[in-house]
């Protein structure tokens, strides 16, 4: 039964729901490509009768959709039931299901054979595939590992691994029984790894031998052993091969290849509840040690699959090549749930965009015939600067969309991903969106085929997604041309549902800022012309080559160098990396600066988070600017390392105006 809200659309909900019946579920053998949403919903004959509808009738909305592109064990009896004031959301509230089957079982299926996952290793032309088949039995065998080894339904799984098959399992087989996977970027250091297990309670770790990346070995295995030395909740680390070298065993160790050969390659699925979580991924705030997102089953999967087909325009039998790593939310949406639900053919790149040379995208596109690419300003920014050389090469004519995302893309980067890698017959899409909100939110499409792009800007807003702009006081700003607070003012399906164990944290980040929505902590400008543009953090968050990093991070690994009496972080301007990290740091007496003392402090950011966080810039200070009441100035931080000392604005709370003169100066020297 779907549900009937105030009926405040044009077209009227018995209409579409009258013209409901008939559709054929997607779920069915009979229909092998995604259905036009205007045949779903009639009454709609464009993007605006469409978003309009999703606004006004968001449970019709999303409840037609719910049934039509998942599998149900059980239906749910009421789309959706959120307070924006509490900060509980609820979707598809007593409906039951199992992940794991809607992105896998059902496409297994219909076809064994389709190519589920294409592992881009490092070493070019070394791909793999792996079929929905495959998938299945290597999924099935990991979550027998997980159940053998006492892995129960509301477990937490920490995956420590790059982008391969067995992680995307690792993932789907979590996901199979029931247990929260928290997977765990990479290239972060074992102190950052314990903190997040730590954080979880995880009880079992799952990696791999040795990682390879741009041809080099990263110690995966090592960084487990010395993470769990702090983490009594791990029971078990399941170690995969990757590379075969020989590494040094441990306690806990379990060899994960023996252990899967002696599972069986059917597990029955957990039924699990809507909302039951599904994960959680940590990320980076303005305060305090990063914080776990929590996403639950139905919406989540819903919302990133609808995403993933209807931004890239994504049909049945594309090959869809999404760069990120899976430890970013990117990654998990765009890589493994939302392709997989779709059941199309994914790419993991294990790769950098650099290795062996700057042609290294452009030559896995036409090896592996990719039609949606999808990768990060910071990257396509790298690659402008090696020249177009490295593109022009290859046969690129099976892409039809480009995507960007994780940070601002300038017009000249978005330019030339248009012309030199699109040859401007490809749709670009510039992506907003964040950990917290699952899927894509502010994309130029859906919109019209055909409908105009502007570069450099996300533009329009998803099905369901309706951003506001909000004025310092927390009123909504009405009309157009107008900059503020980017929030989103009404639930959707993809949205987090909690910061794992401090609720009261989620609604202080996201809910308490401006009431009635939820904060994004960017800001946005509207345009005359109402399409969005995003004009960065407004929070002492900032971007480095796309990754969110909290300046209090990197504040609390530099003050526990023996030598740091304080430090202030702040990102500036930097071409490549979009945002640089500038810390500036006073010492304790007795301590010199010098080239030793910064590499130590390099070290210690490196030793403490992850090589990304490291700072670009060190300026060793005798005092920082304060307020007579003792907070750091961080906007005259922010002006200086920008090279903007010229217009530090107000001053005047100051405690002692001396101390800027001296940073200006020193910053100019160390320029
Ligand atoms: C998906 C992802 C989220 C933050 C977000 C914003 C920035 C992401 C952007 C963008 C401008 C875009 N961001 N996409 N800024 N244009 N297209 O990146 O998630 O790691 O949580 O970062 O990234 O500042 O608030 P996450």
């Known amino acids: 039964s779907i549900e009937k809200r105030g009926s405040a659309c044009s077209f009227g909900t018995d209409q579409v729901r009258s013209k409901l019946e008939p559709t ?31 606004i006004k009738e968001t449970d019709l909305f999303w409840g037609t959709l ?48 389709r190519v589920a996952l294409i592992w881009e290793k490092d070493e070019p032309g070394q791909e793999e595939r792996i079929t929905y088949g495959q ?16 892995v129960k339904k509301g477990d937490r799984v920490a995956i420590y691994m790059p982008a391969c098959p067995l992680a995307v399992a690792s993932m789907l087989a979590c996901a199979r029984i029931g247990a929260v996977h928290s997977v765990v970027f990479a290239g972060f250091s074992a102190e950052a790894l314990a903190s997040r297990i730590h954080d979880a309670e995880a009880k079992v770790v799952i990696t791999a031998d040795q990682g390879v990346r741009g041809g080099k070995l990263i110690e ?15 029971k078990a680390v399941f170690v995969a091969k990757r590379t075969g070298n020989l590494v040094v065993p441990s306690p806990l160790d379990v060899d994960l290849d023996e252990a899967m050969a002696k599972e069986s390659g059917e597990c029955e699925p957990a039924i699990m509840d809507s909302e039951d979580l599904l994960f959680m991924l940590y990320t980076s705030g303005s305060t305090g040690n990063p914080k776990g997102v929590v996403h639950s089953q139905a919406g989540y999967l819903l919302y990133a699959s609808l995403t993933q087909r209807l931004v890239f325009d994504c ?22 749930y939302g392709p997989l639900a779709n059941g199309v053919t994914t790419v993991l ?49 099976s892409l039809r969309t480009l995507g960007s995302v994780g940070e601002p893309i300038n017009v000249e980067a978005w330019q030339w991903y248009n012309k030199v890698v699109g040859k401007e017959k490809c749709v670009v899409v510039d992506t907003w969106w964040q950990t917290e909100t699952g899927g894509i939110c502010i994309s130029p499409r859906p919109s019209a085929p055909g409908a105009e792009i502007h570069p450099g800007m996300p533009m329009r807003p998803m099905y369901g997604i309706w951003p506001v702009i909000v004025g310092e006081k927390g009123e909504e700003l009405k009309g157009n041309d107008v900059t503020g607070a980017l929030c989103l003012k009404k639930p959707w399906p993809g949205m987090a549902r909690t ?23 960017d800001g946005a400008i509207r345009h005359k012309d109402g399409y969005y543009q995003i004009t960065g953090r407004m929070d002492d968050v900032i971007n480095v080559t796309g990754h969110r990093l909290g300046t209090a991070e990197v504040e609390n690994a530099l003050g526990q160098h023996p030598s740091v ?48 966080a490291v700072p670009d810039v060190i300026q060793i200070c005798a005092g920082l600017p304060k307020t007579r009441s003792g907070k750091i100035m961080r906007r005259i931080l922010r002006k200086v390392a920008a090279d903007q000392s010229e217009n530090l604005g107000d001053i005047s709370t100051l405690a002692d105006p001396a101390v800027v003169k001296d940073l200006i100066a020193n910053h100019q020297a160390i320029k």
């Open 499 to 521: 910061i794992y164990g401090a609720h009261s944290r989620f609604l202080e980040t996201y809910y308490k800022p401006f009431r009635g929505f939820y904060f994004t902590g």
């Open 135 to 150: 998938l299945y039995t290597m999924m099935n065998r990991m979550a027998n590992v997980l159940k053998t080894h006492g």
């Open 565 to 612: 009496a304080e430090s202030a972080v702040v990102g500036y301007p930097c071409n490549d990396k979009g945002e640089g990290v500038y810390a500036y740091v006073t010492l304790k007496d007795g301590f010199l600066a010098g080239v030793k003392m910064e590499t130590e402090l390099r070290g210690i950011v490196r030793q403490k988070i992850a090589a990304y």
């Open 220 to 234: 995966l295995k090592k960084t487990v052993v010395a993470a769990v030395g702090s983490c009594p909740s791990v």
């Open 349 to 397: 790149f294990e790769s950098t965009p650099t290795y062996p040379d700057p042609g290294r995208y452009w030559e896995t596109v036409q090896r592996l015939k990719i039609n949606q690419f999808y990768a990060a300003p910071t990257a396509i920014r790298l690659l402008l600067k090696h020249g177009d050389e490295h593109v022009e090469k290859y046969d690129l004519g």
């Open 315 to 336: 049909k049945d039998g594309d090959i869809f090549g999404c760069v990120a790593d899976i430890g970013w939310i990117t990654g998990h949406s765009y890589v493994v």
């Open 24 to 54: 054929i579920a997607m779920d069915s053998p009979s229909r092998c490509s995604f259905p036009d949403l205007r045949d779903v919903f009639p009454g709609c004959s464009s993007y605006e009768d469409l978003y309009n509808l999703s």
């Open 66 to 113: 719910a049934r039509m592109s998942l599998r149900w064990n059980r239906d749910f009896e009421h789309v959706s039931d959120c307070n924006m004031e509490t900060g509980l959301f609820r979707w598809f509230l007593g409906g039951q299901l199992n992940v794991s089957v809607n992105c896998v079982d059902r496409h297994k299926e219909k076809d064994p054979d």
